[in-house]
């Protein structure tokens, strides 16, 4: 078993649709979670982080970390075909380390 | 773009073949980090350079190794290449020690034939 899973998709929804994307993970030890945004051959793009639980807000993107759970989201608002892109959960923490694990990546398909 | 630069974009060789990639770090960054991404496997963390020095091990096969030198570039190089070696090769950077805010480079796609 992956210590991060992430349903690969795809995902397909419609043009402003509320997305939401998750993650789930196994070693407590994480204590940064992050979103990466990965265009087809392009480099992952660092979309959100967060420490610990909580919720952080930036823009059309929320994410959300439940450590009890040890379960992350990241929703987006008002989805844009341009959104149209792989979705990577990350995590590390000073005990686990601090290299990133990533989850496999999500596809997601927004349709105009 | 990220500020991390990664050379060469595309390099095509043949198996038993040695390769080197090359990235340069944002200005500023200390640590430099290695991922392979393939298919089946996802992105998986190879190595960690802090400021010249090894940091980090991930799931680095033997034949492959890696440096960072005094001006903070690093080079990965990987020998005695693999069909199953063909994948994208990251590097990213940070500021800091910990990965919590690292910025990748656009990659070398590497095919072995």
């Known amino acids: 078993q992956k210590e991060v899973e992430q349903d690969p998709g795809p995902l397909s929804v419609p043009e402003g649709a509320i997305v939401s994307l998750n993650c789930t993970y196994s070693n407590s030890a994480f204590q940064y979670f992050m979103w990466y945004r990965q265009y087809s051959r392009k480099g992952p793009e660092l979309l959100m982080y967060?420490?610990?639980?909580g919720n952080k807000e930036d823009g059309r993107f929320t994410a959300q970390v439940d450590k009890s759970s040890k379960y992350i989201s990241l929703f987006i608002r008002d989805s844009q075909p341009s959104d149209s892109a792989t979705y990577l959960c990350a995590m590390s923490g000073r005990n686990a380390g601090n290299m990133l694990t990533f989850g496999g990546g999500t596809r997601l398909m927004v349709k105009p | 773009d990220s500020g991390v630069t990664q050379t060469p974009k595309h390099l095509i060789t043949a198996t038993g073949q040695r390769v080197t990639l090359r990235c340069s770090p944002r200005?500023?960054?200390?640590?430099v980090y290695w991922y392979q991404q393939s298919l089946d496997q996802g992105l998986q963390f190879l190595i960690q350079?802090?400021?010249?020095?090894?940091?980090a091990k991930g799931n680095i096969l033997e034949r492959f190794s890696a440096q960072q030198f005094p001006d903070l570039h690093s080079e990965l190089n990987l020998s005695s290449l693999e069909l199953g070696d063909s994948a994208l090769y990251f590097c990213a950077s940070s500021v800091g020690g910990v990965s919590t805010e690292a910025f990748f480079g656009q990659g070398t796609r590497l095919t072995v034939v």
């Open positions: 967060t420490y610990s639980s």
């Open positions: 200005s500023g960054d200390l640590s």
């Open positions: 350079y802090y400021n010249g020095e090894e940091r």
